[in-house]
């Protein structure tokens, strides 16, 4: 009965995630870009504060350390990821399946950041074909014109690559860090830091409020990606970070380009285009050269899981 559970709430996470891209495309038609990120983590920020100060016993932040870590998170995991990330959404050629698919690179560019920036960490040849594919993969699904690297939506691919990179630079930085934190409280504090310095960009870029287009459709963008996306969609993984392996969470990462292609299609009439799947194939490739050990030494228990099902 657990292990059912289990893959429901990982379906469900996957489909909220992967549907996030959707409805970020959506709600740019109605609010500027940066804005419309700081928006969403104004929101979630708040809830998932008072979240951390029901579930744990550490909801502030003590010392230095543990304050480093929310400074990384804020910064790279949440404003740099967002920032990017919804700017490059703003082009018509980075559908949503696109933009997930990109995304989806951020477990094998993790594992690259982490080979530069932790000690312990090693890449073997054929790890370090897992990671040049992942990139290959991101190549092949910008297509990009030689002639003129600003056609067809190259551009704003590589904002969304910059987004996964800095969400997993992010990630690896605060693996670096020597300080203990509940991860409700560091997602919580980086959400809300992360919203202020988002605003602050925003204003830099000459967005404003009164820009935004208030309608019923731009507030169900920002609802659903504030209370779904962000605030039911992190209450799930906490829930689900326990049960499963890094494996099998990682894997997330590449269900949710699905939700996201459906969601594309069913409400903006998006059409995956074969740039987009022989990319996210390559990616996916890369990512099981690069895991195929710790891949091995899950399967045992994967099988065992199952045979109880």
């Known amino acids: 009965m657990t292990r059912y559970r289990n893959v429901l709430l990982f379906v ?23 804005l419309f990120a700081a928006l969403r983590y104004d929101v979630a920020g708040v809830l998932m504060l008072a979240y951390a100060f029901y579930v744990t016993d550490r909801p502030i932040p003590k010392d230095r350390g543990q304050w480093a870590l929310v400074a990384v998170g804020a910064t790279l995991i949440i404003a740099g990821y967002h920032t990017l990330l919804f700017i490059g959404e703003t082009d018509p050629a980075v559908t949503s399946a696109a933009a997930a698919v990109i995304v989806s690179l951020s477990p094998v560019l993790t594992t690259g950041f982490a080979r530069l920036f932790l000690p312990d960490e090693r890449l ?17 699904l910008s297509n990009p014109d030689p002639n003129n690297l600003l056609a067809g939506g190259a551009a704003a691919k590589l904002l969304v690559f910059g987004a996964a990179s800095a ?34 960009i925003s204003l830099g870029l000459g ?9 019923v459709e731009s507030l169900a963008a920002l609802s659903y990606l504030s209370l779904v996306a962000s605030a039911l ?22 269900v949710a380009p699905i939700a996201a292609a459906l969601a594309g299609w069913a409400f903006l009439a998006e059409v995956p285009t074969i740039n987009t799947v022989v990319g996210f194939v390559i990616i996916f490739v890369g990512f099981l050269l690069l895991k195929r050990r710790a891949i091995r030494a899950e399967l045992p228990r994967l099988r065992q899981l199952i045979s109880r099902s």
């Open 207 to 215: 967005e404003s409020v009164a820009d935004v287009v208030w309608s």
């Open 12 to 34: 469900l996470l996957a489909a909220a995630w992967g549907s996030a891209f959707m409805a970020i495309k959506a709600g740019l038609e109605y609010i500027p870009p940066v």
């Open 233 to 254: 969609g992190f209450l799930i993984y906490f829930n689900l970070l326990d049960r499963l392996g890094p494996i099998e969470i990682n894997l997330v990462s590449y």
């Open 167 to 200: 969400f997993a630079l992010g990630s690896v930085l605060t693996r670096r860090i020597e300080a203990e934190l509940p991860i409700e409280t560091m997602e919580a504090w980086s959400m809300v830091f992360g919203a202020l310095i988002m605003h602050g």
């Open 124 to 140: 073997t040849v054929l790890g370090i074909a897992g990671l040049l594919l992942g990139l290959v993969g991101v190549v092949v």
